[in-house]
């Protein structure tokens, strides 16, 4: 299965933009590019997900890169119920999920 | 809606204990999926469901069971609880795959079993 690499956090102040980081340069061209998210004592949470094109949604916007190698996960202004761990996927062949262990992002008032 | 609801929040058990987690949902989702989460790491899948009657294995299955009776339930069973088992267990559910939508369909996750094994 292909992999991804995330930093292990990252901090905004709150009512920033923040541009989350996701590297997948062994994605395949079947992969979809998913983005999950887990606040504190939660389950994990759908955020978004794309194949190639910027995807756009309520929560968040999806920007993939040309060469899909990487992804960024942005959140336009930052709230503090917006502190989580955020989970960069890649979803192939099948519908199973593989978490690794995100990216903890603390957002500062 | 309640989405997915699991029962109980909290546990603790003895070694060699059993019981049962039960997950419900009620999105009439086909597919359906039992996670761990221990501290600093990920979730890793141990049983899902692709529909009523079937199970099958995913990452760390040994030591539970579960069972698929009815569409909306999904349980896991620890048969002889051991410390190992010590986690935090997440149930989700979804839509059969989409290739239209990318195959895997967002899964909806419930609020956790806080398991605890002396």
């Known amino acids: 299965d292909a992999k991804t690499t995330q930093p292990n956090s990252m901090e905004s102040n709150e009512e920033e933009p923040v541009h989350l980081p996701c590297n997948h340069s062994t994605i395949s061209g079947t992969d979809y590019i998913h983005w999950y998210r887990q606040l504190p004592s939660q389950g994990p949470e759908y955020v978004i997900h794309?194949?190639?094109s910027n995807v756009n949604n309520r929560m968040a916007s999806l920007a993939i890169a040309e060469d899909r190698k990487s992804s960024t996960l942005i959140l336009h202004r930052a709230t503090l119920r917006d502190a989580a761990v955020y989970y960069c996927?890649?979803?192939?062949?099948?519908?199973?999920?593989?978490f690794g262990k995100g990216t903890l992002l603390t957002v500062n008032p | 809606n309640a989405g997915v609801t699991q029962t109980p929040k909290f546990r603790v058990l003895k070694t060699g204990q059993s019981m049962t987690l039960l997950c419900a949902q009620d999105m009439n989702h086909e597919y359906m999926y039992w996670y761990r989460q221990d501290p600093g790491m990920g979730l890793r899948l141990i049983h899902y469901?692709?529909?009523?009657?079937?199970?099958a294995k995913g990452e760390v299955p040994d030591g539970y069971n579960v069972s698929r009776l009815k569409k909306q339930n999904f349980l896991l069973g620890l048969e002889s609880a051991a410390p190992s088992q010590t986690s935090v267990y997440f149930c989700a559910s979804s839509y059969p795959p989409n290739p239209d939508r990318g195959l895997n369909q967002p899964q909806h996750f419930g609020d956790g079993t806080r398991l605890s094994i002396l």
């Open positions: 996927i890649l979803g192939g062949s099948n519908y199973k999920l593989t």
């Open positions: 794309g194949l190639t």
């Open positions: 469901s692709v529909g009523e009657g079937t199970t």
